[in-house]
Structures are given as C-alpha cells and as structure tokens.
C-alpha cells in the first residue's frame, strides 16, 4: 500500500512537471492583435494560403474548400485535418494570437495541440505579419459547417498532451532570419520553401519517429511506396536539372526533365502554378544556391544503338511495352508522352519512382495537364504482366540508355523490396 | 525482330517474325487481315482498340493493342471483336448494344463488347450484389471513349443486361 502510494506520488509529480513544461514552453504567450479586415490583408491571405498549399489537406475530396476532412496517413494512425473555415465546427472566434500559435508552435492549448501533420515545424518561419493576414483571410471566409470526424491514433500517441515532448525533440522554435550575404531573392526563395511552402514535410526524410533527419534537409523522403526526390543544389544538378527547367516545371508540372506525377501534381497544380513569377524564381534561386552544373546537359537525342551494358531482354521488353509511346529514342511525345531521355526520374540513382510508376502506373488524374492539352497519356500498370527478371530488366535498360552513365544497376532484390513497398 | 506465335479467336495463327515495336493493332490488321479491331489515339486513352486476353486459369482481361507490341503477345490467347459471333449469331453482350441503339457510328464498339465481355465474364465467376453493378460497369467500361456520345446507352445495355441475368448478381 506505502509502495502504492509513493508509485502515485511521483506519478502525479512527473505529471504537474510535464503540465508545468507544457503550460510554459509547449504554449507561449503572443500578444493579440485587431483580426485584419482591410482588403489589402485579405488579398495577402489569400495568396499565402495558396502559397501555403493550406487546400490540400484542409480539404476533402469532394468537400467545400478548406472545410477540413482530409486524411493524412502516417505510421500511427490517419490524422484529420480540421475544418478551417470561421463556422462553428470550424475556427469561428479564433483569435490572431491562438492562429499564430498554432501556426509557429503546433498548439492554442495544453490540452489539444496539433500532430506534426500540420506542418507547424516549417510554418514557425512565417512572419507574425504574414499570419496575421491569413488569418484575416481566412475569417473573412463564408462559414461551412462540417463536423470532421476526430483524429484517432494508436496508443501511446493519442495522449495529445505528449506532442509537447515530440516538440521538444523535433520542432525548432527560431523564427525566419534572413541571411545578409545573399540577396533578396535568395531570401524571399528560403522563406517560402522553408516555411509557408513546406518543401521539407515531404522532401526531407524522416526518422522512426517521424522527425525530419537534422542536417539531411530536403535530401529526399519516402513518401508512401515512392520517394519526393534530392532536392539540394547537388541533386537538382545531378539530375540534370538548371534555374529555367525548375522555374519552368513550377509553372508547367512538365517539361524536358520531368513531368509531376502523384502529389507533387497536386503542388504544382494548388500551388506553385499560382505563385508569381517573381516567387517562383525566388525558389529556384534559393533551391539552386548560386550553384550550376559544369557538366554539359544530358544527351536527349540518345540513339538505341548507344545503348551500353543493356541485355538485350531489356530492349526487346522496352521497344515492345514502352517504346510505341515513350518512342525508341527515349523522346516521347510532345504533351503526350513524358521523355525519359533526359528525364530525372530516370537518373534518381534509387530507381523507386521510375519502378514503382512501372508497376503501378498513373492515372491521367494524378499527372498536370500538358500545355495545351487536356492530359498526359495514362501510364498503363505493368505490375502483373512482367516478371520480376523483365521488370529489372526493363528498368536498367531505361536507366543505362536514357540515363547518363552513373546510374547504378539495380538488383532483382532492389526492384522486389521497392515492388513490395520496402 | 521477334518470332511470335499468338492464338487469336481459339486458332493459333502460324509464326509471325515481326519487328519489337510493331503494335499489335497492326499485326492484326495486316498480318491476319483482322480488321475489327480499331486504331484510335494510339496513346492508350481512348480504348477503341482493346482486346481480350485469356489467361490459363480461365481470368480474362483487356489490353489495349495501340500501345503494346506484337511481341508483348507472344504465347497468349486472344479474342478480338470477329470471335464474339462465330456462327453468325450475336453474343447476348452485342445483343444488348444493337437493341439498347448504344452505338451509331461503331468505330468504338469493338473495344465495349470487348471490354463488358471481360466484365460479365468474372460477374459468371464472382457475382456482385444489385446495387454494385452500376460501379461495376463503370469500373468496367467507364475508360472507353464514345465519340457520337452513346455513352450513356452502352452504358444502360450492360447494366440492364447484366441485372436481367440471376447469374451475374447477388439477391
């Protein structure tokens, strides 16, 4: 019984210490200010909340805009993200210091703070006076009422309260400072990618705990069965990528190095699309850091007969599956076919997405509209009519006749763990 | 080149030697002389040119013919849109298009009767409750392309047609 109650005694303890930290670091105080109603805050909000990409997962499919619904998958269970319209069942009375708590700490209150499926960890680098205007924005906003089911996760990670600690661990708290050594569009390119934009959440990986790796940012993450790709200076360079192909792509979703498929469609098309021009070279001049390849552009007019090391399984299995789109060149069809000659897809040195987008292929859905056409092309799904033997070996045909000759061989072991998901 | 051979409509055709990208619309065309079967976006969009093929463990699916090679078929089992009726007497799918006036023009029509044929076959296998045959249908011609927009009658005909038979549905 005196074993019990000692056990109780530091329970309770451990208790008030961890509300203590909660109370103090988990929700700092901000001071309040006037909801913005002037058009010209209203207007701001709106493009941060296009550049924020807010849409995508505050919107389920089917379901008025921003009405919440969404469900983001992780490892412990889906997350609901909530309705963010100003109704009831929404963010009616919210006031601008609890949305930018929210925003740059994940948490309005001790009780219920937010799963890093908000991206709070990147939207901490948003200006008080940025938020303050989509908040303004978003409370001028319609109400819709849509009572979103709640969030249920596995034990121990529906104890809301213990975010704090994940928080601790993983959410940097530093608001954004630009660097004086770069320029003002390097700047404004860091803000927006590492902050409203979010690139991180999917192109910096992860650990067990989902926390972004520190030092490996935008390196490349899993998403799901594919990967969103390196996008560092280096990696872009590597890939063949340059300034103009990158501004271009975010314009586009197409061009001569890749075509978006999956969820960076959705970014393209609910995003980077509608940013300005300015903002969209801002980006890429962040992304690219000054840097350029020394390298001359990969070859694009590769010829079947320049195909090195390739078995000839691999090319009978390309001309007769892929070629009669793709062309036997690699070239595709313009606003079609994507190219694969060329293609940075094909010289991701993993090989995931260009085995996984064979396997399982694309809806023309899940691709961005071509410049004047109404789609790509459906990429048809191979899965069940090659072998594993035929899918590796189609595979490394693509990749040592498109690529540029340092793309690795893949394995038979490789192309079954990235078939099943590993 | 590869050397294929394909049985097409339950008749193996003689050995083919054809080059690797000849798409295989136009081996039956012009080395069958199987003029059925349609060439239409040639990009895999539009369905026109689908095909069946029989798998050994009696699965049947659809191919579309504008973006597979010849050679993709080697050693398969096929039907096209001449092996449907070969006594002259229309099978109940074509049956259910010409009295539902599903289609005008038919340039499209041997890809559908291909494509619900597939379908009705595996409801034969795996019946489906009443009220999961519209999304059945859909799931099972809902990529086909119409042109003079007899959707929604090709549509009516597969979906009547397979109500009407107590094999295909559940209850």
Same mark, same amino acid.
């Given at each position: ?180 050594? +770069? ?238 998901? +590993? | 080149?590869? %050397? ?16 690797? /990208? ?17 060439? $239409? ?21 659809? %191919? %579309?013919?504008?973006?597979?090679? @010849?050679?993709? *078929? ?26 539902? *006036? @599903? ?11 291909? @494509? ?5 076959? %595996? ?5 489906? @409750? ?9 799931? $099972? ?14 549509? /009516? ?7 009407? /038979? ?6």
């Amino acid at each position: 019984m005196r074993v019990l109650g000692k056990l109780l005694a530091v329970v309770i303890l451990l208790g008030a210490a961890y509300a203590v930290f909660a109370w103090t670091w988990g929700v700092p105080r901000v001071a309040e200010h006037p909801t913005l109603t002037d058009e010209e805050s209203i207007a701001r909000g709106r493009y941060l909340l296009v550049a924020g990409d807010c849409i995508s997962c505050h919107t389920a499919p089917g379901a008025a805009t921003l009405s919440g619904g969404f469900e983001v998958a992780s490892p412990f269970g889906n997350i609901v993200a909530p309705n963010i319209t100003p109704a009831k069942s929404g963010i009616a009375g919210m006031t601008s210091a609890q949305f930018y708590q929210i925003m740059a700490y994940g948490a309005n209150s001790i009780w219920h703070p937010l799963y890093p499926a908000m991206p709070y960890t990147s939207f901490r680098l948003v200006t008080r006076e940025d938020s303050d205007a989509l908040h303004g924005y978003l409370m001028s906003l319609p109400p819709v009422e849509n009572d979103v089911p709640p969030t249920s996760l596995m034990f121990p990670f529906n104890i809301r309260p213990g975010v704090f600690a994940w928080n601790l661990l993983f959410a940097d708290r530093g608001t954004f400072v630009p660097d004086p050594a +770069k320029d003002e569009a390097w700047n404004r390119g860091a803000y927006l990618v590492n902050g409203l934009g979010h690139c991180d959440a999917c192109h910096t990986p992860r650990n067990m705990l989902m926390g972004e790796k520190s030092g490996e940012a935008l390196k490349g993450g899993r998403q799901g069965a594919m990967i969103a790709p390196d996008i560092t200076a280096d990696g872009l360079i590597a890939r063949g990528w340059t300034f103009d192909l990158l501004v271009s792509y975010f314009t586009t979703g197409n061009g001569p190095r890749a075509s978006s498929f999956g969820e960076m469609a959705q970014v393209i098309r609910n995003t980077t699309s509608q940013l300005t021009p300015e903002d969209r070279a801002a980006m890429a001049s962040y992304l690219f850091d000054g840097k350029s390849a020394p390298a001359a552009e990969p070859a694009t007019d590769m010829t079947l007969d320049a195909a090195v090391g390739a078995g000839s399984d691999g090319k009978s299995l390309y001309l007769g599956n892929c070629a009669l789109c793709h062309k036997a060149t690699g070239e595709g069809i313009a606003n079609t076919t994507p190219p694969l000659a060329g293609n940075s897809t094909v010289l991701q040195a993993d090989g995931r997405n260009l085995v996984v987008v064979t396997a399982d292929g694309l809806a023309a859905s899940q691709m961005v509209p071509g410049t004047g056409v109404a789609a790509l092309g459906p990429m048809p799904a191979f899965r069940s009519r090659l072998t594993l033997a035929e899918m590796t070996a189609v595979a490394n045909y693509v990749r040592t006749t498109f690529g540029d000759g340092t793309v690795p061989e893949l394995s038979e072991e490789e192309v079954k763990a990235i078939l099943d998901g +590993k | 080149m590869a %050397r294929i051979s394909i049985t097409v409509n339950g008749t193996a055709a003689e050995p083919h030697d054809v080059p690797d /990208q000849l798409p295989m619309v136009d081996y039956l065309h012009d080395y069958l002389g199987l003029t059925g079967t349609k060439f $239409g976006c040639g990009i895999g969009v539009c369905h026109a040119c689908v095909v069946i093929v029989d798998n050994p463990d009696g699965t049947s699916e659809t %191919r %579309r013919t504008c973006i597979s090679a @010849a050679s993709t *078929f080697d050693g398969l089992s096929v039907r096209t849109v001449e092996g449907h009726a070969p006594d002259g007497a229309l099978s109940p799918v074509q049956l259910a298009f010409v009295e539902h *006036f @599903a289609f005008q023009c038919g340039y499209c029509t041997p890809g559908f009767v291909n @494509a619900a044929t597939v379908l009705v076959e %595996r409801l034969a296998r795996e019946p489906v @409750a009443r009220d999961a045959v519209e999304k059945a249908v859909q799931d $099972g011609i809902g990529d086909h392309v119409c042109r003079c927009t007899g959707y929604v009658r090709y549509h /009516q005909a597969l979906r009547d047609y397979i109500l009407s /038979q107590p094999n295909l549905v559940q209850g």
